[in-house]
C-alpha cells in the first residue's frame, strides 16, 4: 500500500492507492525496441564436456535450450504478471563457453511496439539456462545459474541503456 495515497506514486506499476496494475500504453508512440540479455551458468568439468560433446543422456542440451529460450521469449506475458503480450519480430539465441566451465547465453529480441522487450530477452536467458540445468543435471546437481542481466537496450521513450563492463 502507498504510505500516502495523496501522493501519486513515482512506480509506473503502482497505481495512486498503491495496488499493482497494467500500465496503459495506448498513446505510447510505436518504435524499434531491442533487448539483449546474458545469462551463465557454471557447472563440473563433467558436464560441460558432455554438453560440448553431446553426450548427454537426454540429447542436445545446447539445441534444446536455445528452443526453449525462444518458447520462453514468446510466453513472458504468460509467467510475468504485469507484462504486455507483444508481437515480437525476431529472436536469436547464441551461447559461448566463458570459459571451460562457464557457459553464457546471448538472447537479443526485438520488435516493434508500445514497450519494451527487456523482460523477453531476460526470461529466454534464463530459461536457457533452466534447460541446461535440466539437461545435465544427472552429471551434476551443483550447476549454478547467474548471473542474468540485462546487457543493452535500444528504443522507447527512456533512451538506450548499455551495462558496462
Known sequence: MNPD????????????SGNAWMVDVGDKAVTARKAVAL???????EAARAIQSNAISKGDALG?????????????SNLIPLCHPLPIDSVSVEHR??????L?????????????????????????????YDMA??????MVIGPI???EKTGGSRGDFQKAE
Open 104 to 132: 553464457e547465453w546471448r538472447v537479443t529480441v526485438q520488435s516493434t511496439g508500445k514497450t519494451g522487450v527487456e523482460m523477453e530477452a531476460l526470461t529466454g536467458a534464463s530459461v536457457a539456462s533452466l534447460s541446461v
Open 137 to 142: 543435471k544427472s552429471l551434476d546437481r551443483t
Open 39 to 45: 545469462g551463465r551458468i557454471t557447472m563440473s568439468l
Open 5 to 16: 495515497p495523496s501522493k501519486p506514486s513515482q512506480l509506473t506499476h503502482v497505481d495512486p
Open 97 to 102: 563457453w566463458i570459459s571451460e566451465q562457464v
Open 149 to 151: 542481466f540485462l546487457k
Open 64 to 76: 534444446v535450450a536455445r528452443i526453449a529460450a525462444i518458447q520462453a521469449v514468446k510466453a513472458t
